[in-house]
């Protein structure tokens, strides 16, 4: 059966292997103070013009976002989020665990705007509710859309004016940032946010994500917070080695477009059939509508996610490329969908 599940479904690409290989029977101090990561540390900040940023590696990016959001918040406060963010849905209330709520907020897409932010503030009442102090975004979103260059200036922007931090979750950056819409930079990202992180489970890593933390008042004891969470990998070695690789000749990029392009002929073929999508797509995410019968026959051959409902006879299905999807895989399941019609 071939998976378009997700986009970590397989191990690692072999530049990445290869160099873990390489480095295996060298000693290194442990828990992120090694050469290796030290050296990708440098590597990050240069790509990303901002060497006052602190770079912290993870392995996983719910430990991330528990860790990051819960050291940056004091007791009182909470997170304004789009109700489909993953920290709401996906992440088996880590943040609640910690004391701190999150506000959902209906979503465009899987994204949220200035005018939303606006009005969660003025409804907020002091002292009796939480106090929003941090705005929680994804690039790409859970629905595979994108924030342009426009719209993260605005959020910023939003956030200053109301004394808010910026967080972006960056476990598909690449993807958002290798589309044919996004018109961002990645510095255009260290502008606006206080922090991110730069996925690496879903774009090729074996596992592992770099967290930037751009505003100097959050970065200080921050370690702290990862040994106390659970989250100080004493190889951690292993972490940089992956990133060292994954920003060597632009491998990072290349692998995103390449399941970005996978991508968009799946998007191409099911119009093409006639199926009807249930977003446009714009990264390496596909929702297409199937009635419950194309859905049950379909399930026998490819391997994919139920999203959501879509009405009583329907459902929205998902469809997730990597860096290691082939044309082969496309072309089988473009003969799988074609079948759905006979």
């Known amino acids: 059966m071939i998976k378009f599940r997700n986009d970590y479904s397989e191990g690692t690409h072999p530049s990445i292997l290869n160099k873990i290989l390489e480095t295996n029977l060298i000693q290194t101090v442990g828990y992120g103070e090694d050469e290796y990561c030290e050296t990708a540390r ?52 880590a943040i609640e665990a910690t004391g701190h709520s999150i506000i959902g907020v209906p979503n465009a897409a899987g994204k949220i705007s200035p005018e939303q932010i606006e009005l969660a503030i003025n409804n907020h009442l002091p002292t009796h509710m939480t106090k929003i102090r941090i705005v929680y975004i994804s690039n790409s979103t859970e629905y595979g ?81 990862i040994k106390q969470k659970g989250a100080l990998l004493a190889k951690g070695r292993l972490l940089g080695i992956q990133f060292l690789a994954l920003f060597e000749d632009n491998l990072y990029y290349k692998l995103a477009k390449h399941a970005n392009d996978m991508a968009k002929i799946i998007s191409h073929n099911i119009e093409k059939l006639g199926f009807k999508l249930f977003i446009s797509t714009e990264t390496n995410q596909i929702f297409v509508i199937l009635s419950l019968a194309q859905h049950n026959q379909l399930s026998q051959h490819i391997d994919y996610e139920i999203w959501e409902p879509y009405d009583e006879q329907h459902i929205v299905i998902r469809f997730v490329t990597s860096w290691a999807t082939t044309a082969d895989m496309v072309d089988t399941l473009a003969g799988h969908m074609g079948e759905l019609l006979l």
Do not use: M
């Open 145 to 225: 859309s994108i924030y342009t260059k426009a719209e993260l200036y605005s959020l910023r922007d939003a956030c200053k004016k109301h004394n808010l931090l910026l967080y972006l979750d960056g476990a598909r950056l690449g993807v958002a940032l290798t589309c044919d819409k996004n018109d961002l930079d990645i510095t255009d990202i260290c502008n606006c946010v206080d922090a991110f992180y730069i996925g690496g489970t879903k774009n090729g890593a074996l596992f592992g994500e770099a967290l930037v933390i751009v505003n100097p008042s959050l970065q200080s004891d921050f370690k702290y917070f």
């Open 42 to 93: 440098h590597k990050i900040k240069t790509h990303l013009k901002c060497d006052a940023a602190a770079v912290h590696f993870f392995v996983g990016g719910t430990a991330t976002n528990l860790t990051s959001l819960s050291a940056f918040l004091r007791p009182h406060e909470s997170i304004l989020a789009p109700d489909t963010a993953h920290i709401c849905l996906h992440e088996t209330g």
